[in-house]
């Protein structure tokens, strides 16, 4: 019921900062979570980062803290990822995930997926 599309990866130096956006469409867009996920080749899927409905609880994974900031844009039906201080091991393939409505954004409450974002971080 919700369908998302993921912008603005590609290829930058360690040290360096990108933004990604997520384009949300089909259900009503205060009404569910939304949140990052990446995945390595070799690695498991993992959680990034997640805001829940109304903006209100947000959650980062450690290894993120302090240099990503997640936001919704409820205007422009987006959310967005701002990550800076990149690391070659943030190297990976980045997701936009969604909620079912109102869930809480706990990592396994995230059932809609975005097709990823390619981002990759050069020594």
């Known amino acids: 019921q919700v369908q998302l599309v993921e912008s603005g990866g590609g290829l930058v130096q360690a040290g360096e900062s990108l933004r990604l956006s997520c384009a949300a469409a089909g259900s009503t867009f205060g009404e569910y979570g939304l949140g990052w996920f990446r995945q390595a080749p070799g690695k498991e899927r993992e959680f990034v980062a997640g805001?829940?409905?109304?903006?209100?609880?947000?959650r980062y994974a450690d290894s993120v803290k302090g240099r990503f900031a997640i936001s919704r844009d409820y205007a422009e039906k987006t959310v967005n990822l701002r990550m800076n201080s990149l690391k070659p091991e943030d190297t990976a393939v980045y997701y936009c995930?969604?909620?079912?409505?109102?869930?809480?954004?706990?990592?396994?409450?995230?059932?809609?997926w975005g097709q990823g974002t390619q981002v990759t971080v050069s020594p």
């Open positions: 995930a969604a909620t079912g409505r109102y869930a809480y954004i706990a990592p396994g409450a995230f059932v809609y």
């Open positions: 805001i829940s409905w109304n903006g209100g609880s947000i």
